[in-house]
């Protein structure tokens, strides 16, 4: 697992839900043209088509992972001020969080067997950012 940093994102997987809150906090706090997003949503199901649930009834299932662009300035003025950036802030599912509390989150979720990734440079991502499933 990397070692975090001040400006460290961590994601639980677990409690995502794909509502794209933070894609729009974002959106609208960072003023962006309404073609630009510095962060989306991927469902991942069955990949055939959004929000297509994985499996076959009644095992049917879905799950969500928010994906920063290289474009994301992770907010540095609202850090700078004490604030969490846009889309951390706006998280409804506390599933974002940034510095210490993602540290001390992590730490949480690997008690409870959570593992750890970061996405691959060819996603072509945002660096500092890491997302916790269960195993």
């Known amino acids: 697992m990397s070692e975090f940093k001040e400006n460290t994102i961590l994601v639980d997987l677990q409690r995502c839900i794909g509502c794209w809150t933070?894609?729009?906090?974002?959106?609208?706090?960072?003023?962006?043209?309404?073609?630009?997003?510095?962060?989306?949503?991927?469902?991942?199901?069955?990949?055939?088509?959004?929000?297509?649930?994985?499996?076959?009834?009644?095992?049917?299932?879905?799950?969500?992972?928010?994906?920063?662009?290289?474009?994301?300035?992770?907010?540095?003025?609202?850090?700078?001020?004490?604030?969490?950036?846009?889309?951390?802030?706006?998280?409804?599912?506390?599933?974002?969080?940034?510095?210490?509390?993602a540290e001390a989150k992590a730490a949480e979720l690997r008690d409870r067997g959570f593992r750890f990734f970061e996405l691959p440079a060819w996603e072509k991502s945002k660096d500092d950012v890491l997302y916790a499933e269960k195993k």
Not at 43 to 61: F, N
């Open 22 to 101: 933070c894609s729009l906090a974002c959106k609208v706090g960072n003023k962006l043209p309404d073609e630009e997003f510095w962060l989306t949503v991927r469902t991942l199901g069955s990949g055939e088509g959004v929000d297509r649930p994985a499996g076959t009834w009644p095992d049917l299932h879905m799950s969500w992972m928010p994906i920063w662009s290289q474009s994301c300035v992770k907010c540095p003025s609202r850090i700078a001020k004490g604030e969490k950036p846009y889309c951390v802030n706006s998280c409804p599912c506390d599933a974002l969080t940034i510095g210490d509390a």
